[in-house]
């Protein structure tokens, strides 16, 4: 069974940049479509990017398309989203996930990490 560990979370100013790291024991990513989420307090999971199991296609929220940047690396058995120009909105806990499916609903991924907390201060 596949181990996820999300990494790469603290409090950055509002514009800055940070990168997430989701590394992946038990298991390898490469059999598995990854995707990114996040959750605020009072809302629901949310999408947000999500990688095939080759990495030849993603697909993002229409809230962070053209900020975050979802990647994988194969030989490190890692997944990362690299977030650019980050707003208080972005405030929220982060998790990777690990499917079958290339998808953006969270009920078809199968694996999750235990999150990380990503605070943007305005």
């Known amino acids: 069974q596949v181990q996820l560990v999300e990494s790469g979370g603290g409090l950055v100013q509002a514009g800055g940049s940070l990168k997430l790291s989701c590394a992946a024991s038990g298991g390898a990513l490469s059999n598995y479509a990854m995707g990114w989420f996040r959750q605020a307090p009072g809302n629901e999971r949310a999408f947000l990017a999500a990688?095939?199991?080759?990495?030849?296609?993603?697909s993002y929220a229409q809230s962070v398309k053209g900020r975050f940047t979802i990647s994988r690396d194969t030989a490190k058995n890692t997944v990362y989203l690299q977030m650019n120009n980050l707003k208080s909105e972005d405030t929220a806990v982060y998790y990777c996930?690990?499917?079958?499916?290339?998808?953006?609903?969270?009920?078809?991924?199968?694996?999750w990490g235990q999150g990380t907390q990503v605070t943007v201060s305005s």
């Open positions: 996930a690990a499917g079958w499916s290339f998808t953006i609903y969270a009920s078809t991924y199968d694996y």
């Open positions: 990688i095939t199991r080759s990495g030849g296609s993603t």
